[in-house]
């Protein structure tokens, strides 16, 4: 891109806020961003990391953040990546389990590995991206190497390591993601094609991880202004303000995000007319937030709800069009979230559901359509394992002629015209006495109601008779007593059989959601809350 379009901007990030409020943006052209990767590669080498180094990656959304990224690539190292909003804990676990040579970091990152160095024992190398206190190593300006000299970029495999992305651990342990080379390549050649995105675009990705393939792209990444670990509490202005400012053609946003921006958007009569697409992931959308955001767009622009992991990214896609015209009314009915046909040439088949490791794949495994079973992948973007799990990768992965499946964790059905139908978490089923009970069909029902802001579906007891209980979180306006709703809600149950054996409702002031898109529902923690909630160990939130 830098020889292709070599004065476009790649990278713009707001600098400050004058006393009027007004932003001021700095930002870095293709040519500057290859160039400025060049000088670091350069540093980067000479401080000892290089082809096959593991190296910690705790740089905040910036100009440095792209820089030393692609630096990282062109010495051929391998970026360690967790998300610092899963907690300390569970972050400094997974860091310790990469077992990194190299840390690179702000200044808060290296205070927290000063005073926790037992998770740090195998690093060798400290970078500091800021001001260095009282911590050693070297500071990134150390490292930058000038006057600038052409750096030859480390001939790297397609199936060697090219980084390890950490899940977020939100519907179970934290785990390492290994990615190869081949696969980034295949995640951008995939994700081009299918969105038909072009060199002239331009993106606001809120997601940090999924900025970094805008320049591979040619797309200009306009970095936003807002904290990227809390993007349920956006401040819609600033989004709006952004995709304006930069005739923004291209936006990810979670659902939470998504239905914030939507909501005064709507209210406040907002046109976007730069916006040719937005993408939206990380959990279902609902059929309301697309259609609020959709009210800010114009006709030919369209919203697409990806669906994919960590592991496998992006393997099934639909479009707004089709939400809104035919698969989101049926949504509230029960059927669960459609979410589109497969992207080829990614291969996917529902499984027949359960919770044992399978070793090899058979054509026995697969469900008829129509039938509930587990989502599984197979396709050169899918990821072949986890860095020092083999117990995890025997549970997730399923090994095919010298390919792999990846069992997706989550499950749902296939209808006549080649669609899937996400209904829920495989962990999060309710296997009561009767039958087994789906968290995003059941759902979908109570949501229906307008005192509902959204449901959750949980099952308390010994595992294989458990009780279902939903819990709700109220909508803002909702006006009527919780005895009334209670009576309301579960006369609402008996009227669809997907949730007459619900009996049960609690009231919860705030799901607790995912880290990184504030979006899926942590039913784990909400099982527990119910359980004791139930058990009389705590009063009314």
């Given at each position: 891109?830098?020889?292709?379009?070599?004065?476009?901007?790649?990278?713009?990030?707001?600098?400050?806020?004058d006393?009027?409020?007004r932003?001021?943006?700095?930002?870095?052209?293709?040519r500057?961003?290859?160039?400025?990767?060049?000088?670091?590669?350069?540093?980067?080498?000479?401080?000892?990391?290089?082809?096959?180094t593991?190296?910690?990656?705790?740089v905040?959304?910036?100009?440095?953040?792209?820089?030393l990224?692609?630096?990282?690539?062109?010495?051929?190292?391998?970026?360690?990546?967790?998300d610092?909003?899963m907690g300390?804990?569970?972050?400094?676990?997974?860091?310790?389990?990469?077992?990194?040579?190299?840390?690179i970091?702000?200044?808060?990152?290296?205070?927290?590995?000063?005073?926790?160095?037992q998770?740090?024992?195998?690093?060798?190398?400290?970078?500091?991206?800021g001001?260095r206190?009282?911590?050693?190593g070297?500071?990134?300006?150390?490292?930058?190497?000038?006057p600038?000299a052409?750096?030859?970029?480390?001939?790297?495999?397609?199936d060697?390591?090219?980084?390890?992305?950490?899940?977020?651990?939100?519907?179970g342990?934290?785990?390492?993601?290994?990615?190869?080379?081949?696969?980034?390549?295949?995640?951008?050649?995939?994700?081009?094609?299918?969105?038909?995105?072009?060199?002239?675009?331009?993106?606001?990705?809120?997601?940090?991880?999924?900025?970094?393939?805008?320049?591979?792209?040619?797309?200009?990444?306009?970095?936003?202004?807002?904290?990227?670990?809390?993007?349920?509490?956006?401040?819609?202005k600033r989004?709006?303000?952004?995709?304006?400012?930069?005739?923004?053609?291209n936006m990810?946003?979670?659902?939470?995000?998504?239905?914030?921006?939507?909501?005064?958007?709507?209210?406040?009569?907002?046109?976007?007319?730069s916006?040719?697409?937005?993408?939206?992931?990380?959990?279902?959308?609902s059929?309301?937030?697309?259609?609020?955001f959709?009210?800010?767009?114009?006709?030919?622009?369209?919203?697409?709800?990806?669906?994919?992991?960590t592991?496998?990214?992006?393997?099934?896609?639909?479009?707004?069009?089709?939400i809104?015209?035919?698969?989101?009314k049926?949504?509230?009915?029960?059927?669960?979230?459609?979410?589109?046909r497969?992207?080829k040439p990614?291969?996917?088949?529902?499984?027949k559901?359960?919770?044992?490791?399978i070793?090899?794949?058979?054509?026995?495994?697969?469900?008829p359509?129509?039938?509930?079973?587990?989502?599984?992948?197979?396709?050169?973007?899918?990821?072949?394992?986890?860095?020092?799990?083999?117990?995890?990768?025997?549970l997730s992965?399923?090994?095919?002629?010298?390919?792999?499946?990846?069992r997706?964790?989550?499950l749902?059905?296939?209808?006549?015209?080649g669609?899937?139908?996400?209904c829920?978490?495989?962990?999060?089923?309710?296997?009561?006495?009767?039958?087994?009970?789906?968290?995003?069909p059941c759902?979908a029902?109570?949501?229906?109601?307008?005192?509902v802001f959204?449901?959750?579906l949980?099952?308390v007891?010994?595992k294989e008779k458990?009780?279902?209980?939903?819990?709700?979180?109220?909508?803002?306006?909702?006006?009527?007593?919780?005895?009334?709703?209670?009576?309301e809600?579960?006369?609402?149950?008996?009227?669809n059989?997907?949730?007459r054996?619900?009996?049960?409702?609690?009231?919860?002031?705030?799901?607790?959601?995912?880290?990184?898109?504030?979006?899926?529902?942590?039913?784990?923690?909400?099982?527990?809350?119910?359980?004791?909630?139930l058990?009389?160990?705590?009063n009314?939130?």
């Amino acid at each position: 891109m830098a020889q292709q379009q070599p004065y476009k901007r790649a990278v713009v990030y707001p600098e400050r806020r004058d006393a009027n409020g007004r932003v001021a943006y700095t930002h870095l052209t293709f040519r500057q961003l290859d160039m400025e990767s060049d000088c670091l590669a350069t540093g980067l080498e000479l401080s000892g990391i290089r082809h096959g180094t593991r190296t910690i990656l705790m740089v905040t959304p910036s100009l440095e953040f792209f820089s030393l990224t692609f630096a990282l690539f062109k010495v051929g190292a391998i970026p360690v990546m967790v998300d610092p909003g899963m907690g300390i804990g569970r972050m400094l676990k997974c860091l310790k389990e990469s077992k990194p040579k190299a840390f690179i970091g702000i200044p808060k990152a290296h205070a927290l590995r000063t005073f926790c160095p037992q998770y740090f024992k195998t690093v060798e190398i400290f970078i500091t991206v800021g001001r260095r206190l009282f911590w050693g190593g070297l500071t990134l300006n150390q490292v930058r190497k000038t006057p600038w000299a052409e750096f030859k970029t480390v001939d790297t495999l397609r199936d060697e390591t090219a980084a390890i992305l950490f899940t977020t651990g939100s519907t179970g342990p934290a785990k390492g993601v290994v990615y190869t080379h081949g696969i980034f390549d295949a995640q951008i050649r995939r994700i081009q094609s299918h969105f038909k995105i072009g060199k002239d675009e331009i993106d606001l990705p809120t997601f940090p991880l999924f900025a970094l393939f805008d320049p591979a792209l040619g797309m200009t990444a306009v970095i936003p202004d807002m904290n990227p670990t809390r993007p349920a509490s956006v401040n819609p202005k600033r989004i709006i303000e952004a995709v304006i400012n930069h005739g923004v053609t291209n936006m990810f946003g979670s659902p939470a995000l998504l239905n914030r921006v939507g909501t005064y958007g709507k209210q406040n009569r907002v046109r976007l007319p730069s916006l040719k697409r937005v993408v939206s992931a990380g959990a279902p959308v609902s059929f309301d937030a697309i259609k609020r955001f959709s009210s800010m767009l114009n006709k030919d622009a369209e919203i697409h709800t990806p669906y994919g992991a960590t592991e496998a990214m992006p393997v099934i896609s639909i479009s707004s069009r089709e939400i809104l015209s035919a698969t989101g009314k049926l949504g509230k009915h029960g059927f669960g979230t459609c979410i589109g046909r497969p992207i080829k040439p990614i291969e996917v088949s529902l499984i027949k559901i359960s919770d044992d490791p399978i070793t090899t794949w058979s054509e026995d495994l697969v469900v008829p359509r129509h039938e509930m079973g587990e989502i599984t992948v197979k396709g050169d973007l899918v990821t072949k394992g986890y860095f020092g799990q083999p117990r995890h990768d025997m549970l997730s992965k399923i090994k095919d002629n010298g390919d792999v499946w990846h069992r997706m964790g989550d499950l749902g059905w296939m209808d006549n015209s080649g669609r899937i139908w996400f209904c829920g978490r495989k962990s999060h089923r309710v296997i009561t006495k009767k039958k087994t009970i789906y968290t995003i069909p059941c759902e979908a029902i109570f949501n229906t109601h307008p005192g509902v802001f959204r449901s959750a579906l949980v099952g308390v007891g010994s595992k294989e008779k458990k009780k279902p209980v939903i819990c709700i979180e109220l909508a803002a306006k909702n006006e009527k007593s919780k005895a009334e709703l209670i009576e309301e809600l579960l006369n609402l149950a008996k009227e669809n059989e997907l949730t007459r054996d619900i009996k049960t409702v609690l009231f919860h002031n705030s799901f607790p959601v995912d880290i990184r898109h504030n979006s899926k529902i942590f039913r784990e923690k909400l099982t527990i809350w119910a359980e004791k909630k139930l058990n009389g160990w705590l009063n009314d939130l």
